[in-house]
């Protein structure tokens, strides 16, 4: 693995770690589905450094897309219609 | 504080057992020998150019039904618990989506769906496959889903296409246990030449199959959750 590479996976797992705290830190849960969300989207991204193209692609769009739209409707469901 | 206590020590427990596997790593100098094995005979064996696809549909093909059925089996549990919510649809009609919503849905939903439909097709050449390109085609369902909430999907035809592509798996199964060597196996249709579109035996058409399932199944339950929105 290049340094270029070794040093672009240091920052996605800074960030997936900064995110995956505000997930479960934050009290607004849109916001924490949000980035929910976004920890699958850069795990996916590293799956894709890491020479598993498969893998990223059933997280990319397994992880972020579907299980972000399904808590999101989950949400809204428990909330009722009245503050989407 | 006892609570807090066990979380703590949990957490410097996993810590320690990361940091040892972490030092001790060492990469591998070469392929272990079942790798190796794959990496060395796929060609010749499937013609398949994806190693990862000639694996996941070939060589562990009855895996792969088995996963197939356990999506199945949620697809249809969801449905069996969705069925018994109250229906949406009859109480006062919901805000309408955004302009950036529905103008971008319209321009993105045929290419996601043109995607998926490459995924699975090209899974015996490129990265990804059935599973990839079912779940693409499903987040393409669930943009339309998301543009406007109360869109009827026909169930009918949902259930059709699953049924339909699974039946279409499991024939092309068998019929590798009569013609060929065994469950799945792909030789049922010529190799062809590595790298065209009409090659790799049936690991091409297992694979849409598989897809069109994938897809549906997923789609299945995207539309059992929004129609069942707002009870």
Same mark, same amino acid.
């Given at each position: 693995m290049s340094t270029l590479l070794l040093g672009m996976s240091v920052v996605l797992v800074i960030a997936m770690i900064v995110t995956a705290l505000v997930a479960i830190s934050e009290r607004r849960l849109s916001i924490a589905i949000l980035s929910a969300g976004l920890v699958s989207l850069i795990a996916s991204v590293l799956f894709l450094l890491l020479a598993a193209p498969d893998v990223a692609m059933t997280e990319a769009a397994i992880g972020s897309a579907l299980t972000t739209f399904l808590f999101f409707f989950v949400l809204g469901r428990v909330r009722g219609e009245s503050d989407d | 504080m006892i609570k807090r206590f066990t979380v703590l020590l949990l957490l410097a427990g996993l810590a320690t057992i990361f940091v040892s596997l972490a030092l001790g790593y060492v990469p591998d100098s070469s392929l272990n020998y079942s790798a190796l094995y794959y990496a060395d005979n796929t060609v010749s064996d499937t013609g398949a150019a994806n190693i990862v696809t000639a694996i996941i549909v070939t060589y562990r093909g009855l895996d792969t039904l088995g996963e197939v059925t356990v999506l199945f089996l949620t697809a249809a549990i969801v449905g069996l618990v969705l069925k018994r919510g109250a229906k949406a649809g009859k109480g006062k009609p919901m805000l309408a989506s955004g302009e950036l919503l529905c103008t971008g849905s319209g321009l993105l939903v045929p290419l996601i769906l043109l995607l998926g439909v490459y995924v699975f097709v090209n899974g015996h050449l490129t990265p990804g496959g059935g599973f990839q390109g079912g779940a693409i085609l499903a987040s393409g369902i669930m943009l339309v889903l998301l543009t406007n909430p109360m869109r009827h999907f026909s169930h009918r035809l949902i259930a059709v296409i699953e049924s339909v592509s699974g039946l279409a798996f499991i024939t092309v199964g068998i019929l590798g246990i009569i013609l060929a060597?065994?469950? +799945?196996?792909?030789?049922? +249709?010529p190799k062809g030449t590595l790298g065209e579109l009409f090659s790799a035996g049936t690991i091409p058409v297992v694979y849409s199959f598989i897809g069109l399932k994938v897809g549906a199944e997923f789609s299945s339950m995207l539309v059992n959750l929004s129609e069942t929105e707002g009870s």
């Amino acid at each position: 693995m290049s340094t270029l590479l070794l040093g672009m996976s240091v920052v996605l797992v800074i960030a997936m770690i900064v995110t995956a705290l505000v997930a479960i830190s934050e009290r607004r849960l849109s916001i924490a589905i949000l980035s929910a969300g976004l920890v699958s989207l850069i795990a996916s991204v590293l799956f894709l450094l890491l020479a598993a193209p498969d893998v990223a692609m059933t997280e990319a769009a397994i992880g972020s897309a579907l299980t972000t739209f399904l808590f999101f409707f989950v949400l809204g469901r428990v909330r009722g219609e009245s503050d989407d | 504080m006892i609570k807090r206590f066990t979380v703590l020590l949990l957490l410097a427990g996993l810590a320690t057992i990361f940091v040892s596997l972490a030092l001790g790593y060492v990469p591998d100098s070469s392929l272990n020998y079942s790798a190796l094995y794959y990496a060395d005979n796929t060609v010749s064996d499937t013609g398949a150019a994806n190693i990862v696809t000639a694996i996941i549909v070939t060589y562990r093909g009855l895996d792969t039904l088995g996963e197939v059925t356990v999506l199945f089996l949620t697809a249809a549990i969801v449905g069996l618990v969705l069925k018994r919510g109250a229906k949406a649809g009859k109480g006062k009609p919901m805000l309408a989506s955004g302009e950036l919503l529905c103008t971008g849905s319209g321009l993105l939903v045929p290419l996601i769906l043109l995607l998926g439909v490459y995924v699975f097709v090209n899974g015996h050449l490129t990265p990804g496959g059935g599973f990839q390109g079912g779940a693409i085609l499903a987040s393409g369902i669930m943009l339309v889903l998301l543009t406007n909430p109360m869109r009827h999907f026909s169930h009918r035809l949902i259930a059709v296409i699953e049924s339909v592509s699974g039946l279409a798996f499991i024939t092309v199964g068998i019929l590798g246990i009569i013609l060929a060597a065994g469950f +799945l196996d792909n030789s049922l +249709l010529p190799k062809g030449t590595l790298g065209e579109l009409f090659s790799a035996g049936t690991i091409p058409v297992v694979y849409s199959f598989i897809g069109l399932k994938v897809g549906a199944e997923f789609s299945s339950m995207l539309v059992n959750l929004s129609e069942t929105e707002g009870s």
